[in-house]
């Protein structure tokens, strides 16, 4: 087939005339009229993914308050974030604690909240007490400010995540005798449970698995609003080996994303608490793949089945000293399937991502595209496929 370009198929959105469908339904598409027509009469495929993504936080910048302040150590409902940037400009992570939560790494206890569960609020329009200190120089003279405020009383607010989206991740169990407590949750002893976090065969990257069609600029459904991608994400690991479907046996690529914290929904933008490891947030991403092509076609009907991903021992002799902790692999079939079989055992399994939300995003992505309202970016510079990369000329 003659190739589509960014222009033609972003024509045909504006006009309301083209043809949309997500990653799920277009694996039956592809398989009733094969995968040649089914490129020629598609020009959208949406992916989505909704789970706990670490790397992230917002910057805010607060309007000047008067005498001015140049805010040095801030906290917002007792979390603290990076001040270092500018007068009334700061950094919260997702993952940063109140210095009275009784949660810590050593204690099994419940983290009641930090950064991800501040950001939730903010985008959900509950008040937020901003608490700043400084040292007061002759243009900034004040020293303490306390005001309780709404995300509309921000004067800008943006989410910026420097490690989003992995394409796909490990696969946690724990083979040691003792219940271990992790980033991936609880896990019991002797390999009692199996947890994984993947929308498998909705997820983004997973449906372009060399990046042909995403890199910086890219336009893209983050946190229930629209956002772009900005750079390759922190660890992006392109040489990871992948099967003969081209899918990475390891985290591989990773997303930096940016998107207007103001126009996000609280629905994809959720903290959460993870016993006896800390705090954290869940975020809502979809991005469309253009089907500028056959091949391209062809990456967005990987099933399941064909998607493999690592089964690692978090147990104390596993993960944690650095060392390979790969037991084997599995399917995300058999993983969605609620139990894997290893060694002869029937073990359970459970996500910490949510597949069902996945699902909306992908769906509601379809529908905004569908309706004309959201057009492909086309990325200035695709993700690179090496771990070599620089922003300049190539």
Same mark, same amino acid.
């Given at each position: 087939?003659?190739?589509?370009?960014?222009?033609?198929?972003?024509?045909?959105?504006?006009?309301?005339?083209?043809?949309? =469908?997500?990653?799920?339904?277009?694996?039956?598409? *592809?398989?009733?009229?094969?995968?040649?027509?089914?490129?020629?009469?598609?020009?959208?495929?949406?992916?989505?993914?909704?789970?706990?993504? /670490?790397?992230?936080?917002?910057? $805010?910048?607060?309007?000047?308050?008067? +005498?001015?302040?140049?805010?040095?150590?801030?906290?917002?409902?007792?979390?603290?974030?990076?001040?270092?940037?500018?007068? =009334?400009?700061?950094?919260?992570?997702?993952?940063?604690?109140? *210095?009275?939560?009784?949660?810590?790494?050593?204690?099994?206890?419940?983290? &009641?909240?930090?950064?991800?569960?501040?950001?939730?609020?903010?985008?959900?329009?509950?008040?937020?007490?901003?608490?700043?200190?400084?040292?007061?120089?002759?243009?900034?003279?004040?020293?303490?400010?306390?005001?309780? @405020?709404?995300?509309?009383?921000?004067?800008? *607010?943006?989410?910026? %995540? +420097? &490690?989003? /989206?992995?394409?796909?991740?490990?696969?946690?169990?724990?083979?040691?005798?003792?219940?271990?407590?992790?980033?991936?949750?609880?896990?019991?002893?002797?390999?009692?449970?199996?947890?994984?976090?993947?929308?498998?065969?909705?997820?983004? @990257?997973?449906?372009? +698995?060399?990046?042909?069609?995403?890199?910086?600029?890219?336009?893209?459904?983050?946190?229930?609003?629209?956002?772009?991608?900005?750079? !390759?994400?922190?660890?992006?690991?392109?040489?990871?080996?992948?099967?003969?479907?081209?899918?990475?046996?390891?985290? *591989?690529?990773?997303?930096?994303?940016?998107?207007?914290?103001?126009?996000?929904?609280?629905?994809?933008?959720?903290?959460?608490?993870?016993?006896?490891?800390? =705090?954290?947030?869940?975020?809502?991403?979809?991005?469309?793949?253009?089907? $500028?092509?056959?091949?391209?076609?062809?990456?967005?009907?990987?099933?399941?089945?064909?998607?493999?991903? +690592?089964?690692?021992?978090?147990? !104390?002799?596993?993960?944690?000293?650095?060392?390979?902790?790969? @037991?084997?692999?599995?399917?995300?079939?058999?993983?969605?399937?609620?139990?894997?079989?290893?060694?002869?055992?029937?073990?359970?399994?459970?996500?910490?991502?949510?597949?069902?939300?996945?699902?909306?995003?992908?769906?509601?992505?379809?529908?905004?595209?569908?309706?004309?309202?959201?057009?492909?970016?086309?990325? %200035?510079?695709?993700?690179?496929?090496?771990?070599?990369?620089?922003?300049?000329?190539?």
């Amino acid at each position: 087939m003659a190739g589509k370009t960014y222009e033609e198929i972003n024509a045909k959105i504006r006009r309301g005339e083209a043809v949309v =469908v997500t990653a799920n339904e277009v694996i039956d598409i *592809a398989r009733d009229i094969g995968v040649k027509k089914a490129a020629e009469k598609i020009d959208v495929v949406t992916t989505g993914t909704f789970g706990i993504m /670490c790397s992230s936080g917002a910057f $805010l910048n607060f309007w000047h308050t008067k +005498p001015k302040m140049k805010m040095q150590h801030i906290w917002l409902d007792d979390v603290p974030a990076y001040g270092g940037v500018a007068a =009334v400009d700061c950094y919260l992570g997702a993952t940063e604690l109140p *210095a009275g939560d009784p949660g810590n790494a050593h204690y099994p206890g419940h983290f &009641r909240h930090g950064g991800g569960h501040v950001i939730e609020a903010l985008v959900a329009g509950r008040p937020v007490h901003l608490r700043a200190d400084a040292y007061g120089t002759d243009c900034y003279p004040r020293r303490s400010y306390e005001q309780t @405020l709404t995300l509309a009383d921000i004067r800008q *607010a943006f989410l910026f %995540s +420097p &490690r989003n /989206c992995y394409q796909n991740y490990n696969v946690a169990t724990n083979c040691s005798d003792r219940t271990v407590y992790t980033y991936m949750g609880v896990l019991k002893p002797h390999m009692g449970n199996v947890h994984y976090s993947s929308a498998g065969q909705l997820s983004p @990257l997973l449906n372009d +698995p060399y990046y042909r069609t995403i890199g910086i600029g890219t336009h893209i459904f983050l946190g229930g609003g629209e956002g772009f991608v900005a750079w !390759p994400g922190t660890q992006h690991a392109p040489d990871d080996p992948r099967n003969a479907r081209g899918i990475p046996l390891g985290g *591989a690529g990773t997303l930096a994303v940016i998107g207007d914290l103001k126009q996000m929904d609280a629905r994809f933008v959720r903290g959460v608490s993870l016993t006896g490891y800390g =705090v954290s947030l869940m975020i809502g991403i979809g991005i469309p793949i253009p089907i $500028l092509d056959e091949e391209a076609l062809y990456y967005t009907t990987v099933t399941d089945v064909e998607i493999s991903a +690592p089964l690692c021992d978090y147990g !104390p002799d596993g993960y944690p000293t650095g060392e390979p902790c790969t @037991l084997g692999y599995v399917t995300m079939a058999e993983l969605k399937s609620g139990e894997i079989e290893f060694e002869g055992r029937r073990i359970r399994t459970a996500p910490l991502s949510s597949y069902s939300k996945a699902v909306e995003i992908a769906e509601t992505l379809k529908g905004w595209i569908a309706a004309g309202r959201f057009t492909l970016g086309q990325p %200035s510079r695709l993700l690179p496929t090496d771990e070599k990369f620089s922003g300049g000329c190539a």
